[in-house]
């Protein structure tokens, strides 16, 4: 096997701290890149990069000083990476020695980061993004009201950046969504404005015949033909349909009805009698034709009129309401006409464009309001046309920004400002306190700013932010779907409602640290964890009453913070057993962002499953997987921390024995040569390792706000985030107020998408 694997990790672990150098390092001189690092790059590279040669496109060895590296970050970045992975330089070229490579990447990587802010501020690309399942949702319910699930009919969107689903790199919009969004915007108009209930009548001259009457009496039905009327159906529903007849014959006869061409009842005619037949269907959104037809063989039928009435339309129970709040109606009643029409439109136009419009902006809108006008469409459904164009906008359905016009910072306007503030903390446009501001010009300002992230994480349109950021970030949103046990193997315990229980156990946390300032250590160890009954009972632990989630104190050392969290263990498990490398390798890559590789192809699987028949525990016969060199130099690391957490079963359940009755051995040692015992002493180390979890989740809510992907240049607003951290005691609103008051939050610059550093 090559030692790309474990040499990958250990460059690593040497950068964030997790295992420290035997050899004390000296102080580095002020020429160390021009002698040391540029040197060795040199000798191995050259052939290849030589910066005189005009056939080489890679001129990262045009840098003869630290100060050239500034402008070719991004591809010192790729070198360093590359000699990580050991993919240059290729194999039929002479190598660096192992301790080169690390020292060459190490100096690379730390000295990049190091100089990160010497450019100055850093905003990075605007990044026009569609709006996601959730913000669809959320901002139709904050704009109109209904709030009917079109999101689950959206196709999934996928995560990207720092693996959040509102990232508008991965943010298409492919021609199956436009579809739905069209779909959507009609149902979601349909079910909030309520058109006057269609009730019409034909009189028998009005109809029309499918073929002339031979004696040019179109009130009378002849033998064999049919009389028709077209009707506009505007809403969806149930309709009556009437026929008023007259049987001139002395026998009983039959009338057929069709809708659109296909025959919908059949009626029985008394003998010489006046009468009405009626029936009921089901009449979609359109225009539908309604004939009546005599059978051939037959007299002549009278036909004297057909009525059709609405029966039942199902909407929304607040229907009324959101019909009220669109038209801003008072007691019921409200404005009709242009004028009226062109108000409206722009107020809604507005809001769902989160900004003010301009006379041409609104102009296709009231040209689609025209034109149901002029076919004399109900004012509401006039309305109604002009809505759904403003719903499958571009500028609805897309946060777009201003263009910046250079590489110079320019801070957003402060609508920009409102919506970028909005959708990070409710996933949903900006309420009337944040328009209202914006069209003040006050909201950029710091202390206004401050009190509105204040105001915005206390109400309940945050909850959307801690359950989105939280189920992402941990990836326990994925318990109770493709993260489950093997079915049956756990019957009597495992449910779904548990399930949904680990799931909000883990938001709730979340919500609780942020809406009460707690430090974000909190998530390393708390003594405090949130149960129901359900948990209790599940967890072993003193009852709590009722199926909601409370605060509840822990002193035991088995709950408080995320390593205690059922949903956690059942991520970090297979459906069958836990298992300690998943475990080790999500503690360093979810909390601390160290990169753990995928294990080599060539490397035997483990069991699936632990026999109770096995003399040997887990832990055991993963030590014996261990013994090849090759693999010792990843597990070393991910193994004890896995093994520390091996008292919680896949079900975060507590555990003394293992499946085979021997005792858990919970104890590890890190390469860092730190001992512990159980997860309690876990915790306590790595709880050492704050600046690195600071770092680590400051990046993760960054990437999640900005909605795109962080790169080298973001690292000086980063380093900034985690200094205001620990000067604030590592509370989590200092995170969030600082993160909105970042340059990336509050500013746009043209940036080279193929070198950022270029600002």
């Known amino acids: 096997m090559s030692s790309r694997y474990p040499l990958f990790l250990l460059c690593a672990l040497l950068a964030y701290g997790w295992i420290t150098p035997v050899v004390a390092q000296e102080p580095e001189s002020a020429d160390h890149f021009e002698k040391k690092i540029r040197p060795v790059l040199t000798q191995y590279c050259a052939a290849c990069h030589d910066p005189e040669d005009p056939s080489n496109h890679v001129e990262f060895l045009k840098a003869n000083t630290t100060a050239d590296l500034q402008h070719l970050r991004g591809i010192w970045g790729s070198a360093a990476a590359q000699l990580r992975n050991r993919t240059m330089p290729p194999p039929d070229e ?78 298409f919009l492919p021609p199956m969504l436009m579809e739905r969004y069209v779909e959507a915007a009609q149902q979601i108009l349909d079910a909030a404005i309520i058109t006057p209930s269609l009730r019409t009548e034909f009189a028998a001259d009005q109809l029309i015949p499918l073929v002339e009457s031979p004696n040019d009496q179109p009130r009378t039905l002849a033998p064999g033909l049919e009389l028709s009327a077209g009707v506009v159906i505007y809403v969806a529903g149930d309709y009556e349909l009437t026929a008023d007849v007259r049987n001139m014959s002395k026998q009983d006869l039959k009338l057929v009805l069709k809708l659109d061409g296909l025959p919908a009842d059949r009626f029985q005619l008394s003998s010489q009698k006046e009468q009405s037949l009626g029936t009921t269907v089901r009449l979609s959104r359109g225009f539908h034709a309604i004939a009546l037809h005599n059978p051939q063989d037959q007299p002549e039928i009278a036909l004297l009129r057909l009525k059709v009435q609405e029966l039942g339309v199902k909407r929304p129970k607040a229907a009324q309401k959101f019909h009220d709040h669109i038209f801003q109606a008072k007691e019921g009643k409200y404005e009709k006409g242009r004028i009226a029409a062109e108000k409206l439109l722009r107020r809604f136009a507005t809001q769902a464009f989160r900004h003010p419009v301009s006379d041409g902006d609104l102009a296709p809108f009231l040209a689609l309001y025209d034109r149901a006008a002029d076919r004399a469409d109900p004012y509401e459904e006039c309305i109604k046309l002009a809505l759904k164009g403003i719903l499958v906008s571009p500028h609805f359905l897309f946060r777009i920004e201003a263009t910046p016009r250079s590489a110079e910072l320019e801070r957003i306007d402060d609508f920009a400002l409102a919506t970028r503030l909005s959708y990070f903390l409710w996933s949903s446009m900006p309420d009337e306190r944040l328009f209202d501001l914006a069209r003040q010009q006050k909201l950029h300002e710091t202390p206004v700013l401050k009190a509105e992230v204040q105001r915005m994480l206390q109400d309940e349109k945050a909850d959307v932010f801690f359950a989105t950021f939280t189920g992402q970030w941990l990836g326990t949103k994925e318990v109770g779907g493709s993260v489950a046990p093997i079915n049956g193997q756990f019957k009597g315990i495992y449910s779904s409602e548990l399930a949904a229980d680990f799931r909000a156990e883990a938001i709730q946390l979340t919500t609780y640290v942020a809406r009460e300032n707690r430090s974000i250590l909190d998530f390393l160890d708390a003594d405090y964890c949130f149960l129901n009954d359900r948990l209790a009972k599940h967890y072993d632990l003193p009852k709590v009453a009722g199926r909601q989630l409370r605060k509840v104190e822990v002193t035991n050392g088995q709950r408080g913070g995320l390593l205690g969290l059922g949903g956690v263990h059942m991520v970090t498990s297979y459906p069958q057993r836990s298992s300690p490398v998943l475990r080790g390798a999500w503690v360093l890559e979810t909390l601390f962002g160290t990169p753990v590789p995928s294990p080599p192809a060539d490397i035997p699987a483990l069991p699936n499953k632990v026999s109770a028949k096995n003399a040997k525990t887990f832990r055991q016969q993963l030590e014996k997987h261990r013994d090849n060199a090759s693999c010792a130099a990843c597990h070393d690391l991910l193994d004890p921390i896995g093994f520390g957490l091996d008292n919680f079963d896949l079900l975060g359940r507590w555990r003394d024995k293992t499946e085979n009755g021997q005792a858990v051995d919970a104890t590890g040692v890190l390469p860092s040569g730190e001992k512990f015992s159980g997860p309690a002493e876990l915790k306590a180390i790595l709880l050492e390792r704050k600046q690195e979890f600071a770092r680590h989740l400051s990046r993760k809510v960054l990437g999640y706000a900005l909605g795109r992907s962080l790169e080298d240049p973001d690292s000086c607003t980063i380093e900034s985030l985690v200094t205001s951290l620990e000067e604030n005691d590592f509370r989590m609103q200092t995170l969030i107020e600082q993160i909105v008051l970042s340059t990336p939050f509050q500013y746009r610059q043209q940036v080279n998408s193929a070198d950022p550093t270029s600002h």
């Open 94 to 171: 002479d190598q660096p020695s192992e301790q080169q490579r690390l020292e060459l990447a190490n100096w690379i990587d730390d000295h990049l980061r190091a100089t990160a802010c010497e450019l100055g501020p850093y905003a990075g690309n605007v990044t026009t993004r569609r709006l996601n399942r959730s913000e669809y949702e959320n901002t139709i319910r904050d704009l109109i009201g209904p709030q009917l699930g079109y999101d689950e009919t959206f196709p999934t969107d996928g995560g990207g950046g720092e693996g959040f689903n509102n990232n508008g790199e991965t943010l």
